[in-house]
Structure formats: structure tokens, C-alpha cells
């Protein structure tokens, strides 16, 4: 008969893929927990230990590895010398592994996992039997995930067995699994410190001694590899020496940013934000659609009350707060109406019926939110070429993460912007009141606003807002003058007066008053400003000279 080796920690669909291997005349070899799984189904299992003739032992840390084991696994059957060896050393062999890993990176997710209990969830016998099967694919079936069950079944009743092309890709994806699981340890143990006094994990709320060190031991703390959109405990900590991704690929795009150009959508493990991301309807979203869907998303996680942005470009044409989603929605889409037509929409609310016929009595390319309720699925399916993304944004709206951007022969780290001066109503913190005149509360409450949004546009950037809604958007220009022009030029085409009363935010400091002078001319009367150029007293004495109240944040938010 032939034999299958089983040890599983995710059991989903294992007591019937078994009955499977059983009804195809597999003996079924199988460790701890998924042993008495396998037994409590009413399956004959053979313990891992009648094979090797030792016990499992150290809490479970060795039962698999073994010659009798392993050598079942890597024999190979054209080898003529191989199959003598394990004749002549009383090995069976083994032609089906089934292995998937014990939960390091669930553990890890929870901070309030201890060290000791962490070390412990290291497999090191899955992955040896993995890389084993995987290595001798073309004699040994390896399988790592219940996905796969299901074709594993079919290919053995396949005249002639599982065909070369499965059995290869089999051994791919288990590579990829082992070398996943080994990115994430190592990931996570980058964050870890150790001192004299033990070992404490990033982002727990108390130091949890385990093994003291001796003092004179220096323990350097291991390079980041994986899960890149990890939060770290300190985002400002020194980047580390080697970085390595294990990413996922979910599926081909189209194209890239033009038809001529290759393109795929990938997502960490594990999977969060657009990586976890359910695609409801619609044609198939685009890479630009997807650069979209993450600026939406990016400004709308800014706020607690009801958000929605407009976005072209990757840069908002619309963004603004309300006392519902749709009223969100319809003031972000009515803030620049000509450049909303073709956008992608993201909010922070589940859409509802009302937010849902809102959208579709325009046209809109995609649209991104935590849900959508059923009645609202019902009347976005009207629009039958929308795309609707789903996203939990739960996690993201905490987060600082590291991001990545690749140049020309290599790749950029930084930790991810968030505009935390104005996470609580202003004036608070840090800011500077510069000018003689004081902003009034409703300045106050639009200037938060404003700068919420600037952060979050291209560099050169100068925005202008009322309390709730963006007014005008002057973005990725090569000069802040320019962008202010920009920002004018388009509010004007709609209503001479619409800038008048405003208040302005640009994303860096104002380098001669020219800027300053600009931003007044539009009738803006206060804005916000990072400050730290050598020539604030001469822009802090035009917004005096112009009765503009100013703020310096001492906070830059460039976008590139």
C-alpha cells in the first residue's frame, strides 16, 4: 500500500480528505493532535512513533525527525541504490506528505503573545518534511494547503497519477510556504529586544522576562524580513540591514499604468487593507484603480465622523465630512463636479441606500468602503461595470507601517505619514500661533480639516477649505505659487467668490511671501504651514500686512 504522511495545524477539510487518501488505499502515518483528529473520525492511523520506534518527546519537539522518516520521503524511486537503502535499513516509503505549519504569524498578530510561547510556535519538523517532499516532488506528492485537497484526489485517479506539471507545482507552492513561514519568524524577531533582563516583544504594554542573558552577552537584533506593513514599535527606529519580502501574489492585473507594461497585485501574510480587499463587482480593477482605491482610502481613515474623497490621480478632486456617508459623499463629488465624473471613491462608512444611489446617479469608476449594506449591493448592481471594493480598515486606521517604492535598481523604506497633530480638535499640542491675529474657532475647525486633507495631495501642494469640504485643490506643482494658481484658477471657473472666506494649507513652508501673498489674493483668511523657513518673519509679516491668521504645525507632510 502506498503511505501518507499527515501533521497538520489548520485541520479544515482533513477528516474527509483522508477518507480520501484511506479509500484509495493509502496508509495514513500521522503526529499528536491530528493523529487523535484523524482516530476520533474512525480512521486507522498508524502514530508517527511505531514508525521511527522512539516516542514524541520534548513537548512534541521531536517526533518527525528521523531517517526512517525522511528517508521514506527522499528516496528516489528511479534510484536503484536508494531503494536498497531503505530495504536494507527497514524503511517504508512515504508517498503523499501533508504538512501545513504550526500558527507562528497568528500568534505573532497578538501582542499579548508571550516570547516564550512565540519560540514555541517555531515549527521544525513541518518544514523539514515539507522541503523534503517538496525536494523529491517528482516521486512524493507534498501538500500544503487545503485548497488543494480536492485536486490531489482527482490527479490520483488520474490514469497514470498525478501528472508532472501538478506534482511541480505542488513543490512550489510548498517553498513558498516554508520560505513565507521563515520570513515571518524572522520578521517578528527583528522587533523583538534583549537586554540583561530578558527579552521584550514591539508593541506590548510590559516587559516579559523569560531566559536572562548573561550580562557580557550582546544579542543584535536581527534583520526585518517580511510583513512589511507590521506596525513597529518606534517608526522613527533605525532601519534595518537586510530587508526580504514574502508576498503573495492574489492575481494578474490587466496591464500596468499603460497597456504595454506587465502587472500583478500582491499582499502580505498576513493579508490586511487592500491585501484583504473582497472585490463585490464591477470589471476588473486596474493597477491605476488600485493606486486610487489606496489615496481614497488614505484620507478617509483620517476621520472618525462620515468621510468621503473623490480621487483622480491619486489625488483628491473632493474630500469633505458630513453627518452621513451620502452627505459625505454628494459634498466631496459637488467640491470639483467636472474632475469627480470617472473618480474613485472611497469611505469611512458601510454604504447604505442612500449613500449607494448617490454614487451611481454618476459615473464612477470604483468605489471603496468597510461594507455595503444589501439594499445598497442591490442598487450599485445597477451600474454593472462599478468596481465595489470591500477593505477592514479597522486595523489600518491605527497603524504607523513601513512602506516600500522601488527606483531604478532598488527600493525605499519609510514608515508610513499620519498626520497624528490632528487627530484631536485644534488648537491642541504643538501649534504655533505666529501672526498678531488669532484664527477664530471656525478657522480653527477648517484649518484641521484642511490639513488633514494636504497631507494626503502631491507635493507642491496648496489646498483650500471651508470647515468640511475641500474648495479648491492645487496639486504637484513644481512651485508653491504655482499651486495656489492652480487651486484659484479652478475654483474661479465655477464662482469668483468661492475662495472667499476660506482657509489654506500647504504642505510645506512657505519659501518667500509670494506664496503667502497668492493664498491671500484667493481670499483665503487663515492657513496652516509647517514653518522652518529662513524667511518666516518675512511670510508671518505678510500674513500680518494681509490680516491672515497663520499656524505653524512644525510638521511637514511632502507626497511624492
Not at 32 to 38: D, H, I, K, M
Request: some cysteine; overall charge neutral.
Amino acid at each position: 500500500m502506498r503511505r501518507a504522511l499527515i501533521s497538520v495545524s489548520d485541520k479544515t477539510g482533513l477528516v474527509d480528505f483522508a477518507r480520501g487518501l484511506a479509500s484509495r488505499s493509502f496508509d495514513l502515518v500521522s503526529t499528536g493532535g491530528t493523529a487523535r483528529t484523524l482516530q476520533q473520525a474512525g480512521l486507522t492511523v498508524v502514530g508517527i512513533s511505531e514508525v521511527t520506534g522512539f516516542p514524541e518527546m520534548m513537548d512534541g519537539r521531536v517526533k518527525t525527525l528521523h531517517p526512517l522518516v525522511h528517508g521514506g520521503i527522499l528516496a528516489r524511486r528511479g534510484r536503484p541504490d536508494d531503494l536498497a537503502s531503505a530495504t536494507t535499513h527497514g524503511i517504508t516509503l512515504i508517498d503523499l506528505v501533508v504538512v501545513n505549519l504550526y500558527p507562528f504569524v497568528k500568534a505573532a498578530s497578538n501582542p499579548d503573545t508571550p516570547f516564550e510561547a512565540l519560540i514555541e510556535e517555531i515549527d521544525i519538523g513541518g518544514p523539514s518534511l515539507v522541503r523534503a517532499a517538496a525536494k523529491n516532488f517528482q516521486d512524493v506528492l507534498v501538500v500544503v494547503s487545503p485548497a488543494d485537497y480536492g485536486a490531489v484526489l482527482a490527479q490520483l485517479d488520474r490514469g497514470g497519477g498525478p501528472s508532472r506539471e501538478f506534482r511541480f507545482d505542488l513543490a512550489r507552492k510548498a517553498f513558498a510556504h516554508t520560505g513565507s513561514y521563515d520570513t515571518a519568524i524572522a520578521s517578528e524577531l527583528a522587533t523583538i529586544t534583549a537586554d540583561e533582563n530578558g527579552f521584550q516583544r514591539a508593541g506590548s504594554e510590559r516587559t516579559r522576562p523569560t531566559v536572562v542573558l548573561p550580562t557580557a552577552t550582546v544579542v543584535l537584533p536581527t534583520p526585518t524580513v517580511g510583513r512589511v506593513l507590521s506596525d513597529p514599535a518606534d517608526p522613527s527606529a533605525p532601519a534595518p540591514a537586510t530587508l526580504t519580502l514574502s508576498l503573495r501574489k492574489l492575481r494578474d492585473l490587466r496591464y500596468g499604468e499603460n497597456p504595454h507594461q506587465n502587472a500583478a497585485w500582491y499582499a502580505e501574510e498576513p493579508a490586511a487593507g487592500l491585501g484583504d480587499a473582497r472585490v463585490l463587482q464591477g470589471k476588473e480593477l486596474s493597477y491605476t484603480n488600485l493606486l486610487d482605491l489606496d489615496a481614497a482610502a488614505r484620507i478617509v481613515l483620517e476621520f472618525d465622523e462620515p468621510a468621503a474623497a473623490v480621487i483622480k490621480h491619486t489625488n483628491p478632486c473632493g474630500a469633505a465630512t458630513g453627518s452621513s456617508a451620502a452627505d459625505a459623499y454628494v459634498r466631496a463629488r459637488e467640491a470639483d463636479a467636472l474632475a469627480a465624473f470617472g473618480g474613485i471613491v472611497g469611505l469611512n462608512r458601510a454604504i447604505d441606500a442612500a449613500t449607494a444611489q448617490a454614487i451611481v446617479s454618476t459615473f464612477i469608476e470604483a468605489v471603496v468602503a468597510p461594507a455595503v449594506d444589501d439594499e445598497a449591493r442591490t442598487i450599485l448592481a445597477t451600474k454593472a461595470n462599478m468596481r465595489v471594493v470591500t477593505v477592514d480598515f479597522t486595523a489600518l486606521a491605527k497603524q504607523s507601517g513601513r512602506e516600500l517604492r522601488s527606483i531604478l535598481g532598488a527600493v525605499l523604506m519609510q514608515s508610513r505619514d499620519r498626520v497624528v497633530e490632528a487627530s484631536q480638535p485644534w488648537p491642541s499640542g504643538e501649534l504655533r500661533v505666529v501672526t498678531k491675529r488669532q484664527p477664530t474657532a471656525a478657522e480653527w475647525q477648517a484649518l484641521r480639516f484642511a490639513w488633514r486633507i494636504c497631507a494626503h495631495v502631491k507635493s507642491n501642494t496648496i489646498l483650500f477649505t471651508s470647515a468640511d469640504r475641500t474648495l479648491a485643490i492645487g496639486a504637484g506643482q513644481m512651485s508653491r505659487v504655482d499651486a495656489a494658481k492652480v487651486a484659484r484658477m479652478k475654483a474661479e471657473a465655477i464662482d469668483r467668490e468661492a475662495l472667499k472666506g476660506s482657509v489654506a494649507a500647504s504642505d510645506a513652508f512657505f519659501p518667500f511671501r509670494d506664496g503667502l501673498d497668492a493664498v491671500a489674493d484667493a481670499g483665503a483668511t487663515a492657513v496652516v504651514q509647517p514653518g522652518g523657513s529662513v524667511r518666516d518673519q518675512e511670510v508671518i509679516a505678510a500674513a500680518d500686512e494681509r490680516g491672515l491668521a497663520m499656524v505653524f504645525t512644525g510638521r511637514r507632510h511632502f507626497r511624492h
